[in-house]
T-cell receptor
Framework: QKEVEQNSGPLSVPEGAIASLNCTYSDRGSQSFFWYRQYSGKSPELIMSIYSNGDKEDGRFTAQLNKASQYVSLLIRDSQPSDSATYLCAVNRPGGGADGLTFGKGTHLIIQP | GAVVSQHPSRVICKSGTSVKIECRSLDFQATTMFWYRQFPKQSLMLMATSNEGSKATYEQGVEKDKFLINHASLTLSTLTVTSAHPEDSSFYIC??????????????FGAGTRLSVL
């Protein structure tokens, strides 16, 4: 069973601080890694994609990938109350021909004003 | 940005009826669309992969005769839940992969359909 693991939280962070979200995955063959944000009752919204080891920055968001450790993380700088949501880590499913995504259960992030 | 339209947003139906959900890519061509299901406080689970012009590929444990998928064009896929029962009540979400950026496997999600079967 290919899995994506996340701490469900809630993770509470003061406004303006850095929020750090972590994810591990089991399939070493995975090539594509994504962070989605999901507000309650809504569908996921793509935040970041990352494909190679290292850091990738986009505005206040930085994704980090370490394939050797099978670890993906997301940093949110200058956290805002509007960042409060569930963050889903998703990994592609190689080899099955479908290339669908396997999602973690998500980390519930709360930004405290 | 890439927009995926999904309709209806909410359906309430009686047990035994069939429900059809549409997923459209509005500003890009999608050779592949995906259907996910999300139960309360759970993550998204892939149900099936829909490729334009061919039969859908279903995940293990998903009944293909119950969840009928049609992907007749590069911009439209439909999911029909046949003879729906209360246990089928869930949040159904489609996604579409842009043909132009297929190598990056970026999937854009529709707004989802909340199905309640009475």
């Amino acid at each position: 069973q290919k899995e994506v693991e996340q701490n469900s939280g809630p993770l509470s962070v003061p406004e303006g601080a850095i929020a750090s979200l972590n994810c591990t995955y089991s399939d070493r063959g995975s090539q594509s890694f994504f962070w989605y944000r999901q507000y309650s009752g809504k569908s996921p919204e793509l935040i970041m994609s990352i494909y190679s080891n290292g850091d990738k920055e986009d505005g206040r968001f930085t994704a980090q990938l370490n394939k050797a450790s099978q670890y993906v993380s997301l940093l949110i700088r200058d956290s805002q109350p509007s960042d409060s949501a569930t963050y889903l880590c998703a990994v592609n499913r190689p080899g099955g021909g479908a290339d669908g995504l396997t999602f973690g259960k998500g980390t519930h992030l709360i930004i405290q004003p | 940005g890439a927009v995926v339209s999904q309709h209806p947003s909410r359906v309430i139906c009686k047990s035994g009826t069939s429900v059809k959900i549409e997923c459209r890519s509005l500003d890009f061509q999608a050779t592949t669309m995906f259907w996910y299901r999300q139960f309360p406080k759970q993550s998204l689970m892939l149900m099936a992969t829909s490729n334009e012009g061919s039969k859908a590929t279903y995940e293990q444990g998903v009944e293909k005769d119950k969840f009928l998928i049609n992907h007749a064009s590069l911009t439209l896929s439909t999911l029909t839940v046949t003879s729906a029962h209360p246990e089928d009540s869930s949040f159904y979400i489609c996604s579409a992969r842009d043909r132009g950026t297929q190598a990056k496997n970026i999937q854009y999600f529709g707004a989802g359909t909340r199905l309640s079967v009475l």
